[in-house]
């Protein structure tokens, strides 16, 4: 029996909204889809080079360059499914991030062009060093002319994803590449600091865990052939941080691995819950240049994925559900001396001094979040879960601290879940008490830092609903070679 539920809780309705949202808990809406005489899934893969120009400023919190080459392309990458009553569009973009207002103009105009539900349009950032689109350095504009031109490259992908759809099948699996470490570093004093010395004598130990899990997505059509796939692994691919260069790091590495082995078709990198991951391993560093990097990792995450290929079941009936939910959360505001001190670094900037670095980047935050939601502290997170089978992707707007990934996964039904990252929006850090208790870069608050202390704690619990309401059939469809 096919049913089509729309699930919502209203306190407050505000204006000019068919279907209300409210203050807390914007509006849920749920998709469950599945028969056993539907037709076979259909599946559409597409892949777009995004590449900006040559001399272009390459995105930063704190360093000012115009990139001089790319290292390999730009891509965004996407992947139609439709079992002929829901439709899903999951894009996968090698950008930081993309503000939530040009994120829902991209997806209206996508569904618009391409007939799908713009709310089932989730459009993800790898957070790979690509043009300026998120407004984290105050020296450098966002870069809203190649937005512009992304927008209509992004359309073209949705129109020739549902233009290319057809009968498939598709299959997933569960490893581990180790891609990422906690970059938290605690100390005796109770400061924690990113990236900070694990040598020291005052050395406390880390603020929190890591996440090796790796997911991999295969999609065949009705011929068995490959036609695309999905990775996803948890870390920040910022290998080439500070350097003029556009490029889609280490996922982009595994990418052209990948087609080595595979052919040259749509390949999608989905973040994990990464904020407070890094590829560094700070416990035990390595000796290595950042080419030697970009390849390690590439290779490491190549090579789960393709042995789990190898043994790959398939299904072209799988149960197909989609929810999610606008997330209202509070915002923290800077206190108000720090924003008077904020404001005098930015003059002295102004008037040329050379200030950089974390003291320019946390002045500038402070002065942006004040802009933004002075008037109004409060921020809109767009929760999605997606169940394909018994796979479970949950999407999320945040660089949120890997403990609240492990946390979901851990209270999950699904047999596989996957957190993702970045996706229909960048809403900044979501770290955990302990990361704003320790405060610094990621802990106190600025305008991609700016979340209530509880708002990972509400993601939890707001993935956490939507997927036992998304579960509560178990009935998943038969599985081939």
């Not at 079941?313 to 904020?342: C, M, N, T």
């Not at 957190?419 to 305008?447: E, F, K, Q, R």
Request: glycine letters at 10%; aromatic letters at 8%; proline letters at 6%.
């Amino acid at each position: 029996m096919i049913k089509n539920m729309l699930l919502y809780k209203t306190m407050r309705a505000k204006p000019n909204c068919v279907f209300a949202a409210i203050v807390g808990i914007a509006f849920v809406w749920t998709t469950q889809v599945f028969s056993e005489n539907q037709p076979p899934l259909q599946i559409g893969a597409v892949s777009k080079i995004i590449n900006p120009k040559i001399g272009d400023w390459v995105q930063s919190a704190s360093v000012k360059k115009r990139a001089t080459a790319i290292h390999g392309n730009l891509e965004a990458n996407g992947l139609y499914l439709s079992d002929g009553k829901m439709q899903v569009l999951l894009v996968s973009c090698d950008l930081g991030g993309l503000e939530p207002p040009r994120v829902k103009a991209m997806r209206e105009a996508m569904g618009l062009a391409a007939g799908i539900p713009p709310r089932n349009i989730i459009i993800s950032a790898t957070h790979t060093r690509g043009p300026v689109v998120l407004r984290s350095n105050y020296l450098m504009p966002v870069d809203t002319a190649y937005l512009d031109k992304l927008q209509g490259w992004l359309v073209e992908l949705a129109q020739e994803a549902v233009q290319s759809a057809s009968p498939g099948k598709i299959g997933w699996g569960k490893g581990v590449a180790q891609i990422g470490y906690n970059r938290r570093i605690c100390f005796a004093d109770g400061t924690h600091v990113m990236h900070g010395d694990t040598r020291r004598k005052d050395f406390a130990g880390l603020e929190g865990p890591d996440d090796p899990q790796h997911v991999a997505l295969f999609a065949v059509n009705a011929e068995g052939k490959l036609i695309a796939v999905v990775q996803h692994n948890t870390t920040h691919p910022t290998i080439t941080w500070g350097g003029s260069v556009f490029t889609a790091d280490f996922p982009g590495e595994s990418r052209r691995m990948l087609r080595e082995e595979l052919g040259n078709i749509p390949m999608l990198y989905l973040n994990g819950a990464q904020g407070d991951v890094s590829w560094k391993d700070a416990l035990n560093p390595r000796k290595e240049t950042p080419e030697q990097s970009i390849e390690r990792l590439g290779r490491l995450m190549a090579d789960e994925t393709l042995r789990l290929y190898k043994s790959v079941k398939y299904q072209s009936h799988p149960i197909l559900r989609h929810s999610f939910e606008d997330l209202e959360v509070k915002v923290r505001l800077p206190k108000p001396e720090r924003l008077a001190e904020a404001r005098k670094v930015l003059a002295r900037i102004d008037a040329g001094e050379n200030i950089r670095g974390m003291k320019m980047i946390m002045a500038f935050g402070a002065v942006h979040l004040q802009e933004l939601y002075g008037e109004n502290p409060v921020d809109t997170l767009p929760i999605h879960v997606l169940r394909i089978g018994d796979l479970a992707l949950v999407t999320q707007p945040c660089e949120l601290y890997s403990q609240f990934g492990l946390d979901i996964k851990r209270r999950s039904p699904a047999s596989i879940t996957a957190i993702v990252g970045l996706a229909d929006g960048y809403c900044g850090y979501c770290p955990t008490i302990h990361g704003i208790l320790g405060g610094g870069y990621t802990g106190d608050p600025i305008s991609w830092t700016r979340l209530e202390p509880y708002a990972g704690y509400k993601i939890v619990e707001s993935a956490s609903k939507m997927l036992y309401s998304l579960w509560q059939s178990k009935k998943v469809g038969k599985a081939s070679k």
